[in-house]
């Protein structure tokens, strides 16, 4: 009974760090987002090419490390719920991998549709400049 205890705290401890990463890495993607479809980062305006390589090189890095980690923890909890003794720490662990995975589908499709949207706005701003 402790071992499951111990189990589920460390399990729902590990998914609220989790969810902690995430937080930080679409807060530092949406600021990228931000400069993208403003054209000014830091204050300063930055070329359409420039632009561009945000769109692919670091708003997408940051996709691809949060889709990682959701990936790595959806397997590590699946991996917990095999080796729980119990059906309530079993079942916790096992939410939390769906959780993943569920938050990863919703990620990559959320990032695809802004992706689209930047690069709309980017062909835009490229169609009127002089």
Known sequence: ????????YATLGVFALMVLCLVFLMTRGHQRLDEIVTGLANG???????RWILVFYDFWGYVFVGAFLLVVFALGFHVAADL???????????????????MLVGFLILCISL???MASVIR???????
Not at 44 to 50: D, L
Not at 124 to 130: A, G, L, V, Y
């Open 124 to 130: 835009q701003t490229t169609r009127t400049s002089p």
């Open 84 to 102: 729980a003794d119990s059906s309530r720490a079993t079942a916790i662990t096992n939410l939390c991998a769906i959780a993943c995975v569920i």
């Open 44 to 50: 300063v305006p930055i070329s359409t090419k420039y």
């Open 1 to 8: 009974m402790s071992s499951d205890l111990t189990l589920i």
């Open 115 to 117: 992706t689209f949207y």
